[in-house]
């Protein structure tokens, strides 16, 4: 899931902080280059070494310093935009799945979606109550279908997906260990009731 | 050099907030155990007794399926309105982010409630915390029943009672927008509440559904 805001913003912003290079980077010494590529200059090749060379001259000017701090400011304020947008991924106010903009934050696109999941289990469940021979199987389905909820619910209700990568250990290694250690303990061989 | 301190001790606070929720995350990582070895011993059960599960299931009937189902929307729900709340006071918006926190406690407290309509229904049909008698058909499943279920409402009841506190801590003025982030103890009771709803996942499809 992925919002459409977001992208869009995102793109519109990479694209202006990429078309603009930054002041102290421009290159220097193009209008002397220019200059000596041209064999035989003619009245507009003369006119842009005489521009660049203008503008050459100029970059050290009091006025020019000013528009210098000025760009790398808005470039500073557009990384520090794009960094807040990645950072609050979650806030906007439509959310595209699979193609299609649903007018509703992704917050409440997942909380249809746990709804959904959890209609589609119970009817599962009620359906393959008496098939016997179908159990392993629906164990399986139900089992994973849990799992996707539980999986939506602490990546995207937990920030999970967002958060520290600390976070993720300190939560999956008892996970982990827990599901090794049940799936062992139902390894073992029943030996009777109670 | 005033404003030196301030960006220090800005990034002291943030380092602070994250050492919470680190906290609160290894807090989780000891429940994920405890509940696992509820959820361990009930599978173990079920593997083993699956007549006595199936018995129980039927003595729950449509109604008492419907109820749970019910139940699980009403803790999803709660789960919505938390993260909900946590979008508004994270714009700095603490009047809706109270509001969605009294539906937060609104909804908890009426899952307990309904868990109480559904322990007493399951008492009923003779299925009971303690040992049902060798002969009965639900053998044994009182106890890998209640067990997990109790303790996870019990997480409810603390977390209606967390977010009742949060609630009144709000409308003291505490928690805003700001850049500070001092709205982490809302964070932080939030992932409480969402681990409560996810063990609730676990425990609604291998209890009542498998």
């Given at each position: ?81 794009m ?47 008496e ?64 | ?6 960006h220090?001790s800005?990034?002291?606070e ?62 999803l ?15 700095g ?22 868990q ?12 009971t ?13 009182g ?68």
């Amino acid at each position: 899931m992925a919002e459409e805001e977001k992208n869009l913003t995102q793109d519109e912003l990479q694209e202006v902080a990429e078309s603009v290079p930054a002041p102290d980077e421009y290159p220097e010494g193009q209008a002397e280059a220019l200059a000596e590529s041209l064999d035989d200059p003619n009245v507009v090749d003369q006119a842009a070494v005489e521009v660049l060379k203008a503008t050459e001259q100029g970059a050290d000017t009091v006025p020019m310093q000013a528009f210098d701090k000025g760009v790398t400011a808005a470039q500073n304020t557009i990384e520090s935009v794009m960094d807040h947008q990645g950072h609050n991924a979650h806030h906007g106010e439509t959310t595209t799945v699979f193609g299609r903009t649903l007018p509703v934050p992704l917050y409440t696109a997942v909380f249809f979606a746990l709804g959904a999941l959890t209609l589609t289990e119970v009817i599962i469940a009620e359906v393959l109550k008496e098939a016997s021979s179908l159990e392993t199987i629906k164990i399986i389905i139900l089992t994973g279908i849990a799992s996707v909820k539980a999986f939506l619910v602490v990546s995207i209700y937990m920030h999970l997906k967002d958060d520290s990568r600390a976070y993720l250990v300190a939560f999956l290694t008892p996970v982990i260990m827990a599901i090794v250690a049940i799936l062992f303990l139902l390894s073992v061989p029943a030996t009777g009731g109670y | 050099m005033a404003e030196l301190t301030h960006h220090l001790s800005a990034e002291q606070e943030t380092a602070s907030i994250e050492n919470q929720k680190f906290a609160m995350w290894l807090y989780i990582a000891s429940e994920t155990i405890l509940f696992s070895i509820f959820i361990g011993a009930y599978a173990v059960f079920r593997h083993s007794q699956p007549e006595a599960v199936k018995e129980v299931h039927h003595a729950l009937g449509l109604f008492g399926t419907l109820l749970v189902t019910f139940n699980s929307f009403l803790l999803l729900a709660s789960s919505w309105a938390m993260v909900m709340g946590l979008r508004e006071i994270k714009r700095g918006n603490r009047q809706g982010m109270i509001r969605w926190l009294w539906a937060v406690a609104g909804l908890g407290t009426v899952f307990v409630l309904l868990q109480y309509v559904e322990y007493s229904r399951l008492a009923e049909e003779g299925v009971t915390l303690y040992f049902e008698g060798a002969d009965s058909a639900f053998a044994g499943f009182g106890m890998h029943f209640y067990t997990p279920t109790a303790f996870h409402g019990a997480h409810v009841i603390a977390g209606v009672l967390w977010c009742l506190l949060v609630i009144w801590k709000a409308r003291n003025g505490a928690y805003d927008g700001a850049p500070g982030r001092n709205h982490a103890g809302v964070e932080i009771f939030g992932l409480y509440w969402h681990f409560v709803d996810v063990v609730w996942v676990v425990l609604f499809t291998l209890i009542y559904l498998v």
